[in-house]
C-alpha cells in the first residue's frame, strides 16, 4: 500500500478504511464499496455526512450513509428485477491503486474488483479519483474499453447530515421532478424546497450547486457530469422498517445525489466522469 502522511488504515466494524488527513480536513474511506463514510472539514470541524447508526459493517450489505457508489444502473434493474438495487460495485471491495500528495491535498484512485458484472454488458474501466483539499471532490470515472459505445446509469448517492430535516430546507433546485412515490408522474420543484414526508424525486435539472441549509449550518455541493438530481429521505414509517436506520435516523439525513438516470451514452475508448464536490 503506498504511504504518505497523510494516509493511514483503520477499521469500521469489521471494515478496512482509509483514514485520509490533511491541513484541509479528514476523510474516511471503506475499500468496501469504495464509499466515502465521513468527511470533516477543518475550517470548522463539522461532520458534512450521514452514517446510521445502525449501519451494517462488516460487508455483507451496502453500508447506509456516506456516498454510496450506485452503477452500472441507478435503483432496480431495468429489465432483471432479481439484481441488486444501485447495481453491483457498492458490495465489492474496492483497492487503492494510487495516492498522492502536495500543498493543495491528498489524492487518491480507487477501483473495484471488478466492473464486469451480471446485468450490464459493456466493458468498462472503472475508477474513483477523491481529493481532500479546500473542498472534497469525489469523480466516478467509467472508460469505455470497448470498440463498441454502450450505457449506463449511476449516482453518487450521498447522504449529507443535517441537524433536523424538519428545519431543513433544499436551495438551487428548479424545474420539474418525477416521483417515484406517484407512479413518476411530473411535479414542479417547489419553493421553499422543505421536506416534510417521505421523498423520493428525481430531478430533471441539472444545477451546478445546491446548498442544504438547516437552523445554525450549510452544505454546499456542486454536481458535474450529471442529468439529473435524486432527492430522497425515507421518513419516519420507513427508516423504522429498515433493519439499517433507527426509528429518528430520517431526521438527521438528506441524500442529494448526483446523478445519471436517463442513461449515459460512453463511446468506444471514452470516459465519462461523474462528479460531486462537497464543501
Ligand atoms: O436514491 C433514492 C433510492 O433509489 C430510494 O428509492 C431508496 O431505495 C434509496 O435509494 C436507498 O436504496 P438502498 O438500496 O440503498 O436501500
Same mark, same amino acid.
Given at each position: 500500500?503506498?504511504?504518505?502522511?497523510?494516509?493511514?488504515? @483503520?477499521?469500521? =466494524?469489521?471494515?478496512?478504511?482509509?483514514?485520509? +488527513?490533511? /491541513?484541509?480536513?479528514?476523510?474516511?474511506? %471503506?475499500?468496501? &464499496?469504495?464509499?466515502?463514510?465521513?468527511?470533516?472539514? @477543518?475550517?470548522? =470541524?463539522?461532520?458534512?455526512?450521514?452514517?446510521? +447508526?445502525? /449501519?451494517?459493517?462488516?460487508?455483507?450489505? %451496502?453500508?447506509? &450513509?456516506?456516498?454510496?457508489?450506485?452503477?452500472?444502473?441507478?435503483?432496480?434493474?431495468?429489465?432483471?428485477?432479481?439484481?441488486?438495487?444501485?447495481?453491483?460495485?457498492?458490495?465489492?471491495?474496492?483497492?487503492?491503486?494510487?495516492?498522492?500528495?502536495?500543498?493543495?491535498?491528498?489524492?487518491?484512485?480507487?477501483?473495484?474488483?471488478?466492473?464486469?458484472?451480471?446485468?450490464?454488458?459493456?466493458?468498462?474501466?472503472?475508477?474513483?479519483?477523491?481529493?481532500?483539499?479546500?473542498?472534497?471532490?469525489?469523480?466516478?470515472?467509467?472508460?469505455?474499453?470497448?470498440?463498441?459505445?454502450?450505457?449506463?446509469?449511476?449516482?453518487?448517492?450521498?447522504?449529507?447530515?443535517?441537524?433536523?430535516?424538519?428545519?431543513?430546507?433544499?436551495?438551487?433546485?428548479?424545474?420539474?421532478?418525477?416521483?417515484?412515490?406517484?407512479?413518476?408522474?411530473?411535479?414542479?420543484?417547489?419553493?421553499?424546497?422543505?421536506?416534510?414526508?417521505?421523498?423520493?424525486?428525481?430531478?430533471?435539472?441539472?444545477?451546478?450547486?445546491?446548498?442544504?441549509?438547516?437552523?445554525?449550518?450549510?452544505?454546499?455541493?456542486?454536481?458535474?457530469?450529471?442529468?439529473?438530481?435524486?432527492?430522497?429521505?425515507?421518513?419516519?414509517?420507513?427508516?423504522?422498517?429498515?433493519?439499517?436506520?433507527?426509528?429518528?435516523?430520517?431526521?438527521?439525513?438528506?441524500?442529494?445525489?448526483?446523478?445519471?438516470?436517463?442513461?449515459?451514452?460512453?463511446?468506444?475508448?471514452?470516459?465519462?466522469?461523474?462528479?460531486?464536490?462537497?464543501?
Amino acid at each position: 500500500m503506498p504511504t504518505l502522511h497523510s494516509l493511514s488504515y @483503520k477499521t469500521k =466494524g469489521k471494515l478496512d478504511i482509509l483514514h485520509l +488527513e490533511n /491541513a484541509f480536513g479528514s476523510v474516511d474511506i %471503506a475499500l468496501f &464499496g469504495g464509499q466515502v463514510l465521513s468527511y470533516i472539514p @477543518k475550517s470548522d =470541524g463539522r461532520e458534512r455526512l450521514w452514517l446510521s +447508526e445502525s /449501519a451494517i459493517l462488516d460487508g455483507s450489505k %451496502a453500508i447506509r &450513509g456516506g456516498v454510496p457508489i450506485c452503477w452500472p444502473w441507478f435503483g432496480a434493474h431495468p429489465s432483471q428485477t432479481e439484481l441488486p438495487a444501485h447495481g453491483y460495485v457498492r458490495t465489492q471491495n474496492w483497492e487503492l491503486i494510487h495516492a498522492s500528495e502536495n500543498q493543495q491535498g491528498t489524492t487518491i484512485e480507487l477501483k473495484p474488483s471488478s466492473s464486469q458484472g451480471a446485468g450490464f454488458a459493456g466493458k468498462a474501466e472503472l475508477s474513483l479519483i477523491i481529493h481532500l483539499g479546500q473542498e472534497l471532490s469525489i469523480a466516478l470515472h467509467t472508460r469505455n474499453l470497448s470498440e463498441q459505445s454502450f450505457r449506463y446509469n449511476c449516482a453518487l448517492h450521498s447522504y449529507f447530515k443535517v441537524q433536523d430535516i424538519n428545519h431543513t430546507e433544499l436551495l438551487g433546485v428548479t424545474g420539474q421532478y418525477t416521483d417515484k412515490l406517484q407512479n413518476n408522474a411530473l411535479f414542479d420543484t417547489p419553493v421553499p424546497y422543505r421536506l416534510t414526508q417521505e421523498t423520493d424525486r428525481v430531478h430533471l435539472t441539472t444545477p451546478a450547486r445546491v446548498e442544504i441549509r438547516d437552523k445554525h449550518n450549510s452544505i454546499d455541493i456542486q454536481h458535474f457530469g450529471h442529468d439529473s438530481l435524486v432527492v430522497w429521505n425515507p421518513w419516519q414509517a420507513k427508516s423504522a422498517s429498515m433493519a439499517d436506520m433507527t426509528a429518528q435516523g430520517y431526521e438527521s439525513m438528506l441524500c442529494v445525489e448526483t446523478a445519471i438516470t436517463a442513461g449515459q451514452e460512453v463511446k468506444a475508448q471514452e470516459t465519462h466522469v461523474l462528479k460531486q464536490v462537497i464543501r
